[in-house]
């Protein structure tokens, strides 16, 4: 079963906007991770958030994570058409190096 | 630096082949993990190794399936027989698990079992 879902399962925003996913999981985690996967490629690791921090940012994304209802977001600022693509969320457990995947959101950018 | 590499990169094969399916990871990572993808069950793990050797293959779906990695820069997994569910996205992925969990995705293997 999947340790991740993510929500919503497909957004679709305008140009310039800003586009949210969230992502709630099961059990207690190390990390947690953000993979993008643009249509008939394989997936590329966009961020890492340790489970002692609450947020970190890199570039147009900034993630947060609140341990206590396990559950993290992805914001990403003024979106592109470019970042239209599939996003997952990824977690993995103390002495694991296995990562658990969500379903994943189908974020699309309308130009 | 090369990603990951697979081959190849698509595949179709009727009912009751063989089917092997090939990774190179990026030299110098230590982890290996094969998944496959299908729009009903999403990502799922298969099978993982950690310096050439298989740590967990929980995820391996029945006996038609196995995986070796004979070296750190070559790994394989085969089908026999291939069955028509077995049509899916197959993507090989390796880490430095001395340096993080980040994961390095290959482009995958489209494989369509007829």
């Known amino acids: 079963s999947q340790q991740g879902e993510e929500d919503p399962q497909a957004l679709s925003i305008q140009e310039g906007e800003n586009a949210t996913m969230n992502c709630s999981y099961k059990t207690s985690i190390n990390n947690l991770q953000w993979y993008r996967q643009n249509s008939g490629r394989g997936l590329v690791h966009l961020i890492l958030?340790?489970?002692?921090?609450r947020e970190k940012h890199s570039g147009r994304l900034r993630v947060t994570l609140d341990t206590s209802k396990k559950s993290s977001s992805l914001l990403i600022t003024a979106s592109r058409a470019a970042d239209t693509a599939s996003y997952f969320c990824a977690t993995d457990n103390f002495g694991n190096e296995k990562l658990t995947f969500g379903t994943g959101t189908r974020l699309t950018i309308i130009p | 630096d090369a990603g990951v590499i697979q081959s190849p990169r698509h595949e179709v094969t009727e009912m009751g082949q063989e089917v092997t399916l090939r990774c190179k990871p990026i030299s110098g990572h230590n982890s290996l993990f094969w998944y496959r993808q299908t729009m009903m069950r999403g990502l799922e793990l298969l099978i993982y190794f950690n310096n050439n050797v298989p740590i967990d293959d929980s995820g391996m779906p029945e006996d038609r399936f196995s995986a070796k990695m004979p070296n750190a820069s070559f790994s394989t997994l085969k089908i026999q027989p291939s069955e028509p569910r077995d049509s899916a996205v197959y993507f090989c992925a390796s880490s430095n698990r001395d340096r993080g969990h980040t994961q390095y995705f290959g482009p995958g293997t489209r494989l369509t079992v007829l």
């Open positions: 958030i340790r489970s002692n921090e």
